[in-house]
């Protein structure tokens, strides 16, 4: 984390206070009656979201991608379905390549694809060694978003 810190050009005194505030926190919790030290950062804490932020930064600079906490969305604009996955295509393999260089992986089970339009091509995208089929709606945070834009669940 110091090290994306120092690449942001955010100095090294904040490069050095992230870092000994993610390496020296300590926490107990009491689960089922037992005492279970914890290390490491908690979620709970507001300055987790804030180094989160700061950690994705480099891949949220990227075109197509967005996220919210640890949910990320890949967005294809075109004028044509192809050029729509052709979009998608790419932000996901920039995406995807720097989750591998980060020693990262996405849970394949949790990954869905919608395209939206006049003609939602039934056809699926291959994203890794995972072949996503086209759904009919996803839920983002709580808005089901349906092929053709009507919203009917929340109508």
Known sequence: MAYRLLAL???????????????????????????RPQ?????????SLVLLALYLATVLA?????????????????????????AVKRAWADLDGWAEGEGLTFNSGKTEFLAVGRKGGEDSVRLRNHEVANSDSVEVLGLTIDRRLYFRPHA
């Open 62 to 86: 990227g075109p197509g991608v967005f996220n919210y906490v640890d949910n990320f969305a890949v967005l294809g604009v075109g004028r044509t379905y192809e050029s729509v996955k052709a």
């Open 39 to 47: 290390t490491g950062l908690l979620q709970g804490s507001p300055l």
């Open 9 to 35: 050009g955010l100095g090294a005194r904040l490069a050095l206070f992230a870092e000994r505030f993610i390496t020296s926190r300590t926490a107990s919790l009491v689960l089922d009656g037992k005492l």
